[in-house]
């Protein structure tokens, strides 16, 4: 299978994170890529509305909002505030113009995981709603195992599955991250069960390097570690997904790199390895 046209391409805002995201929509639309995917962090002071009119007067699609999510706490205070924060970013997910919101479900040290999973199973439930009222999907993102502790009591795709068959809604489906799921040895099969029931919302691509120096911050570009990336892709486009491949890199050092030769770099390897 060769490499997907540049169109498909879509970098997130977090990669090239010293940009504003004035800067990332010019510099993206520059390299005749085809999408961006807004972190929240991005959008502030500024309205959602404008933004939107910017990337797409740029000529670029706006790919999805991240993120949401975080709804597992010991605190029932905290587990509703939470609630009410995503139905925030639901509404702001409209105003951008993003199809689906990106969801780290969260978790909590202070309770077992099977605790942390029931609640992120109800916070999904409460919000789904108003997903569908304003026509936001809502994508379950699972995180390595690493991030178990506070982040995602989500680690594996079938957990993500398994939720979507609890809820059985169209508003809701998956995130695929192969920084997160190229360990797991059951992903070819929870890839194709995805597939059967037509959920995978998106696919985002990065690499994993060795050794990994932060276990936050330091991921690689695509080709430059030891994800089979481009045996995952075919997998998800057997399974369906015909959607923008989206760039998504955490990494210290190369934030603190020149962001043109940066993003140059990334397009390489898109074409190289992805």
Request: glycine share 6%; hydrophobic share 40%; charged share 25%.
């Amino acid at each position: 299978m060769t490499s997907p046209e540049l169109s498909r391409l879509c970098i997130h805002t977090i990669t090239n994170k010293p940009w504003p995201i004035e800067t990332a929509v010019e510099e993206y639309a520059r390299a005749g890529i085809g999408g961006i995917t807004v972190w929240r962090d991005a959008l502030d002071g500024r309205e959602p509305s404008v933004v939107r009119k910017r990337i797409l007067d740029a000529g670029l699609a706006v790919v999805s909002l991240c993120r949401g999510g975080f709804f597992a706490s010991a605190n029932p205070a905290v587990r509703a505030e939470a609630v009410r924060e995503n139905l925030s970013v639901i509404r702001q997910a409209h105003e951008l113009g993003a199809p689906h919101v990106v969801l780290v479900c969260g978790a909590d040290p202070k309770q077992p995981l099977e605790d942390s999973r029931v609640q992120i199973l109800e916070g999904i439930s409460a919000i789904a709603g108003e997903a569908s009222r304003f026509g936001v999907r809502l994508a379950i993102e699972p995180l390595h195992p690493m991030y178990a502790d506070s982040r995602s009591a989500i680690s594996t795709l079938e957990q993500a599955n398994d939720i979507c068959d609890l809820l059985d809604l169209p508003e809701v489906g998956v995130a695929i991250d192969v920084y997160h799921l190229f360990w797991d040895p059951h992903l070819p099969e929870q890839i194709e069960r995805c597939g059967a029931a037509q959920r995978i919302l998106a696919f985002h691509v990065s690499d994993w390097l060795t050794p990994t120096r932060d276990l936050l911050n330091d991921r690689g570009i695509m080709g430059d570690g030891c994800i089979p990336i481009r045996t995952i892709r075919e997998q998800v486009v057997r399974a369906g997904f015909d959607g923008q491949i989206e760039v998504e890199i955490f990494s210290n050092s190369l934030w603190a790199s020149d962001q043109r030769r940066y993003l140059d770099r990334i397009i390489d390897a898109y074409r190289r390895h992805v």
